[in-house]
Nanobody, 125 residues
Framework: QVQLAESGGGLVQAGGSLRLSCAAS????????MGWFRQAPGKEREFVGA????????YYADSVEGRFTISRDNAKNTVYLQMNSLKPEDTAVYYC??????????????????WGQGTQVTVSS
């Protein structure tokens, strides 16, 4: 059974930091690109960041570049999103997702195989 379980969301003041975690099980984690997406109230789901199967490459949306850092620990089947200098516009439900490398290499689109249930991040002014 496949599971992606996000944690670490919460309420934080603007300028603060949060670290999200996503624990994966039920598939070969090291063969999957892992991504983070978010959906704010009244908005479409959007790409936040992604990381290659080995952790050697990372990609970010322009809106979070320089503030967010994605990482992974394949030994722990876990992907992380470190969020610094948070802004109110970062408020959203954050989802982690996995995409098999055998489907081809793509990071920024939403065509991932597996999705977590999401964790709420709220940034106050």
């Amino acid at each position: 059974q496949v599971q992606l379980a996000e944690s670490g969301g919460g309420l934080v003041q603007a300028g603060g930091s949060l670290r999200l975690s996503c624990a994966a099980s039920g598939f070969t984690f090291s063969s999957y690109i892992m991504g983070w997406f978010r959906q704010a109230p009244g908005k479409e789901r959007e790409f936040v960041g992604a990381i290659s199967w080995s952790g050697g490459r990372t990609y970010y949306a322009d809106s979070v570049e320089g503030r967010f850092t994605i990482s992974r620990d394949n030994a722990k089947n876990t992907v992380y999103l470190q969020m610094n200098s948070l802004k109110p516009e970062d408020t959203a439900v954050y989802y982690c997702a996995g995409r098999s490398v055998y489907r081809g290499i793509a990071y920024r689109d939403t065509n991932y195989d597996y999705w977590g249930q999401g964790t709420q991040v709220t940034v106050s002014s």
